[in-house]
């Protein structure tokens, strides 16, 4: 990933049944916990526009 101190760690829980899903989903959207995790609240801050708005208001 880089230089450390350019990462954030944190630590969050899951249900059995929330991590059974992150799980098959492994392949998919990544290999290790951390990436599908990661990936998966990239991929929601995406569909949600997020992303873009936060790009968008940088360039202005």
Known sequence: MG???NIKRIQITFTKEQWEIIENMK???GNTDAEIVRNIVIAW???KSIVSEIIKKKFR
Do not use: F, Q, T, Y
Request: avoid cysteine; glycine fraction near 12%; charge should be negative.
């Open 45 to 47: 801050l995406s569909e």
């Open 3 to 5: 230089d450390k101190e």
């Open 27 to 29: 392949g998919e959207m």
